[in-house]
């Protein structure tokens, strides 16, 4: 099973907002609407950010949501903080319980 | 609250098995599916496998079948992930993570497995 395909990278000022695309496949991203996104700090576990496409954990800020077009999905933060400063991971659910991830996103708040 | 508290780190050979543990509490224990991902230094996220600590029954990535065991103690709310014939490239810190619904809601603080002659 290959990897989601994010961009290595991406950037933003304060206050600014970003978008972090996440390609799959239609046996994964495009079939199931069970796609999650995941921030890291360095050192740190993963924390669960955006769950089945769109919804956020309790008490996570509206500035993070997510979205999906055919076999792509997408992480939108706005308003960036300097505290955003992240990786970024999405996943999808593949089917027959298995699941797989993207290869992340380095987020630099300029 | 719900916590994962996985084992702490360990030095293998290669050729050599490990056996990480990862105790759960705030929640009950047989309710939840359990997974194990794993992160290489350096590198992303990557699925292991997900067990189902009610019946025991368990699914693992086609990468590591064969080569991986997923188990559990409901005695303990403790689940484990064996991993055997390790490879320099095994080197990497293991997280154990709790399942809701199709996400990974909260993750164990990692467990770093060094793999090196």
């Known amino acids: 099973q290959s990897a989601l395909t994010q961009p290595r990278s991406v950037s933003g000022s304060p206050g600014q907002s970003v978008t972090i695309s996440c390609t799959g496949t239609?046996?994964?991203?495009?079939?199931?609407?069970?796609v999650s996104w995941y921030q890291q700090h360095p050192g740190r576990a993963p924390k669960v950010i955006i769950y089945?496409?769109?919804k956020r954990p309790s008490g996570l800020p509206d500035r993070f949501s997510g979205s999906k077009s055919a076999n792509t999905a997408s992480l939108t933060i706005s308003g960036l903080q300097a505290e955003d400063e992240a990786d970024y991971y999405c996943?999808?659910?593949?089917?027959?319980?298995?699941?797989?991830f993207g290869g992340g996103t380095k987020l630099t708040v300029l | 609250q719900v916590q994962l508290v996985q084992s702490g780190a360990e030095m293998k050979r290669p050729g050599a098995s490990v056996k990480v543990s990862c105790k759960a509490s705030?929640?009950?224990?047989?309710?939840?599916?359990m997974y194990w991902v794993r992160q290489a230094p350096g590198q992303g996220l990557e699925w292991m496998g997900i067990?189902?600590?009610?019946?025991?029954?368990?699914n693992y990535a086609q990468k590591f079948q064969g080569r991986v065991t997923m188990t559990r103690d409901t005695s303990t709310s403790t689940v484990f992930m064996e991993l055997r014939s390790l490879r320099s490239d095994d080197t990497a810190v293991y997280f154990c993570?709790?399942?809701?619904?199709?996400?990974?809601?909260?993750w164990g603080q990692g467990t770093l497995v060094t793999v090196s002659s």
């Open positions: 993570a709790r399942g809701e619904d199709y996400d990974f809601r909260n």
């Open positions: 705030g929640y009950t224990f047989t309710n939840y599916y």
């Open positions: 067990i189902n600590p009610s019946g025991g029954g368990t």
């Open positions: 239609s046996s994964d991203v495009g079939r199931y609407n069970y």
């Open positions: 089945d496409v769109t």
């Open positions: 996943c999808s659910f593949a089917g027959n319980y298995t699941w797989v």
